[in-house]
């Protein structure tokens, strides 16, 4: 014997059904019939789509919880247009509760457990979108202390690369579906990119691994390198694409951006030294094509909705698993003006570590999109 302890509130939320694919409305079901689970879904899949969905279906009051503001706004205006929902927030400074509330994780592990108890009893479903930073304690001392009867994780990159992946199925549950790549391609759902490799000529003496901060802050103020950043750049932008430029560094991102606007094009910095308001207004002009090119930090790894976006470029190193996945399914939403999509990857041969980094992103491009790794050859 046991006592179930979950909640369901009997308040009914009154929303639209909501049109989904085959698979999405598998995973929808799925979560009514065990009421707990994760959905894994690359990049475009419509993992978001899948909660509206659930949110439809199982018309409870429900708590979406994500890690950073452009998250939160995406999601609340995700509401808005599908459900004709006003979401609350509780994040940036505001707390305003709804039938929908759409909370920063970061802000809620600052509240006092008997407040945030009684808050999270209001609702009967819980959505973790970026489901893969469960295993961290701020994320799952929350989902942990949530009653909600439904729990619906979504994820493109279920995999970790510290070895707690099995906590994912631990606090969520089992998989309630998973689709891959080559799936949603065959299906028409995705778009498929190419790679293009162009290699640098810089160097550095690296002399090991308390040496990489100063190799990367070398890389960042490599004058000839950036310079071919901001030339492969502009030249995209001028043909017509909307560009997303990513770098590890604030200070990088405003120098290229910067660089770009002195050529004539819009160009904007994305980072966390950007206020909410003109994150958002950043975002949405690029959406409606009004904004040539963003140079966004690891603010752009995760959810960002930017479908006509069909030029990325990998202007800084790295090898992150799941951020290199991300960044591909960047590109492979369709969208009406997008006819190719191309991802820019600027590899430091002459430094072997950087080298190294990029061999390991060469496999992972070769496996997410089904082609030879020797067929992806440095111009």
């Not at 452009?70 to 707390?95: F, H, I, K, P």
């Not at 070895?163 to 949603?184: I, K, M, Q, S, Y």
């Not at 030294?273 to 949405?284: C, H, N, P, Q, T």
């Not at 960002?304 to 996945?325: K, M, W």
Request: glycine fraction near 6%; proline fraction near 4%; aromatic fraction near 4%.
């Amino acid at each position: 014997m046991f006592d179930d302890a979950r909640v369901l509130p009997s308040e009914q939320l009154q929303v639209p059904d909501v049109a989904l694919r085959d698979y999405q409305a598998r995973a929808v079901d799925a979560l009514a019939k065990v009421t707990q689970g994760t959905v894994i879904l690359p990049c475009g899949g419509g993992k978001t789509r899948v909660a509206l969905g659930a949110i439809a279906r199982l018309k409870t009051p429900t708590l979406v919880l994500v890690h950073t503001l452009d998250l939160a706004e995406q999601w609340r205006s995700e509401l808005r247009t599908q459900l004709q929902l006003e979401a609350g927030l509780v994040g940036a400074g505001e707390v305003s509760a709804a039938q929908v509330t759409v909370a920063l994780i970061q802000a809620l592990a600052h509240w006092p457990r008997a407040e945030l108890k009684a808050f999270l009893a209001g609702f009967g479903l819980l959505i973790l979108d970026e489901a893969h930073h469960v295993a961290a304690n701020t994320f799952h001392a929350i989902v942990d202390l949530c009653p909600a009867r439904y729990r619906l994780g979504l994820t493109a990159t279920p995999e970790r690369e510290d070895g707690l992946t099995p906590l994912l199925e631990l606090f969520l549950g089992n998989r309630l579906l998973l689709v891959t790549h080559d799936e949603l391609v065959a299906a028409g759902v995705l778009t498929v990119p190419s790679i293009r490799i162009i290699t640098t000529d810089f160097n550095h003496r690296y002399r090991g691994a308390e040496d990489y901060p100063q190799l990367l802050n070398a890389v960042a103020n490599d004058a000839p390198r950036n310079g071919a950043i901001v030339d492969a750049v502009v030249a995209e932008a001028r043909a017509g694409h909307t560009c997303l430029v990513l770098s590890g560094r604030v200070e990088h991102c405003e120098f290229l951006a910067e660089a770009v606007r002195a050529s004539g094009l819009s160009a904007a910095a994305l980072t966390g030294a950007v206020d909410r308001s003109r994150r958002k207004a950043l975002l949405d002009d690029a959406r409606a094509g009004d904004l040539q090119v963003l140079v966004a930090t690891s603010l752009a790894d995760e959810g960002l909705d930017l479908p006509r976006l069909s030029r990325v470029f990998l202007a800084f190193p790295g090898r992150s698993r799941g951020r290199t996945i991300q960044r591909l399914g960047r590109l492979m939403r369709p969208h009406p003006s997008k006819q190719t999509a191309v991802l820019f990857d600027f590899v430091d041969k002459r430094v072997r570590i950087l080298s190294r980094h990029h061999l390991e992103r060469r496999k992972l491009y070769s496996e997410v999109l089904g082609i030879p790794a020797s067929a992806l050859r440095a111009q």
